[in-house]
């Protein structure tokens, strides 16, 4: 059976596990409440959302007031990002928060989003949007504990057997029937993932499931599954940080080099690490058409969010001192 199509248990189980622990979970957790309009808007990547979230709580002017609305991936189907005119579908993953950013800027009778959130770079060339990094992260795959896979050694994979995994042409581990797991549609995580085994969409196997979202290790519920994990989700979910769904999983090296440092965090000389992105609109940051409000909080090193980096490193994510903030990077999308 061509497991694409299959609704796993786990996804399920993980779903219900965000329910139970909301209350119990981080006021960073959750969409600001309905009615709290703040001055920036942002949507997109699951990867980043709490760290953003989180963000949104320390990011103040000079009145005190927050500055920042980051909205979950998932959660209600469409979410309010103003007082009025600006009910819109909720974007999951930093593909459709891009997208739902781009589609913003160009209809001008709109202005409901102000940025969003990406855990990739881009993907067309273009000046419309501007990748703003303000973090570090690192991609490891995540298997089961109590699995053979693990039990036997297994706890480093390589490139290359990493690819032959994901276009199906290994199927065993270890005796184990492998059955492959990839993010959603749309996922940063899975884009980065698959750029780095160099796989495009169109060469993933049919034996991946691609219906998971990501960074849920609950997901992960029988001895042959595998999947790309944010190293620092895993670790803010292990920590209690964020609510912790990585169940009974854990990050195995790649290439020889473990993801977690001997203190339990981010490897930044990991085999796949990553920036993180707050994207802009180019024209919200430069000339005559700057916000004022968009420069401070996101560019250059000493702005606000570049600041905080005692909220970075929480949520598991490594700073990037005089690199954060930069504006370099544009595209389209």
């Not at 990406?118 to 109590?146: C, H, Q």
């Not at 276009?167 to 059955?179: E, K, M, P, R």
């Not at 702005?303 to 005089?322: D, E």
Request: charged share 10%; net charge negative.
């Amino acid at each position: 059976m061509n497991v694409t199509s299959r609704v796993r248990t786990g996804a399920v189980v993980g779903a219900l596990a965000l329910a139970l622990g909301a209350m119990a979970a981080p006021a960073a957790m959750a969409d600001p409440a309905a009615g709290d309009y703040r001055t920036l808007a942002g949507v997109g990547s699951d990867t980043t959302q709490d760290v953003v979230n989180a963000l949104g709580n320390v990011v103040v002017n000079s009145s005190n007031a927050k500055i920042i609305a980051s909205y979950d991936a998932t959660g209600s189907a469409t979410i309010n990002t103003r007082a009025a005119n600006c009910g819109i579908n909720r974007p999951n993953g930093s593909s459709a928060g891009i997208t739902a950013l781009a589609a913003d800027v160009a209809d001008t009778t709109k202005d409901c989003i102000d940025f969003a959130r990406s855990s990739r770079g881009i993907k067309t060339a273009g000046t419309t949007l501007t990748w703003i990094p303000f973090a570090k992260d690192a991609v490891s795959v995540a298997v089961r504990t109590d699995s053979a896979i693990y039990a036997s050694g297994a706890q480093n994979l390589t490139t290359a057997q990493l690819k032959a995994i994901y276009q199906c042409t290994t199927t065993t581990l270890n005796g184990v029937t492998l059955t492959p797991l990839l993010p959603q549609a749309g996922s940063g995580t899975r884009s980065f993932f698959l750029e780095k085994l160099g796989l495009t969409d169109a060469q993933v196997g049919s034996c991946v499931d691609q219906t998971v979202q990501e960074n849920n290790g609950v997901a992960l519920n029988t001895a042959g599954d595998i999947a790309p994990y944010s190293v620092a989700q895993y670790i803010a979910q292990a920590t209690g940080t964020v609510t912790d769904i990585h169940g009974s999983t854990e990050l195995i090296s790649v290439n020889g080099t473990a993801p977690l440092t001997t203190d339990d965090t981010l490897n930044t000389g990991f085999t796949y690490t990553r920036d993180v992105y707050n994207v802009v609109p180019t024209a919200k940051i430069t000339g005559s058409t700057a916000d004022a409000t968009v420069v401070a909080t996101f560019v250059g090193s000493a702005s606000k969010v570049c600041s905080a980096t005692s909220t970075i490193t929480n949520y598991g994510f490594g700073t990037l001192g005089t690199a954060c903030g930069a504006t370099t990077i544009q595209g389209l999308n």
